[in-house]
């Protein structure tokens, strides 16, 4: 996972998020993406947006996560995460 400590510097400022984005790491830590439809089985309100890319709603929809996977490498790569007003 390419920039992990983006999610936890914002669990550190957001503490509402960290159980959250702590359940989320480990699902994806032990996943084996080979195409966005198993982004869905793991997680199924994620939405797939185009690039290779997910948008996951953590705490209810209160910050979104963004991430770009490769599928290829096995590389998950956390783009954004904030309110969707960022």
């Keep these: 996972m ?3 400590t ?3 510097d ?3 400022k957001h503490s509402d998020s960290g159980k ?3 359940t989320w790491k480990v699902i994806v830590e032990g996943a084996d993406w080979q195409k966005s439809q198993d982004i869905l089985e793991s997680f199924p309100t994620a939405k797939i ?3 290779d890319r997910a948008r996951f ?3 209810g929809n209160n910050y979104r996560l963004v991430i770009e996977v ?3 490498d096995k590389t ?3 783009r954004f995460i904030g309110t969707q007003d960022q």
């Design 70 to 72: 490769d599928y290829e």
């Design 20 to 22: 959250s984005l702590s």
């Design 76 to 78: 998950v790569e956390v």
């Design 57 to 59: 709603k953590i705490v």
């Design 49 to 51: 947006i185009k690039g």
């Design 10 to 12: 914002f669990a550190k």
């Design 2 to 4: 390419i920039y992990l």
């Design 6 to 8: 983006k999610l936890v």
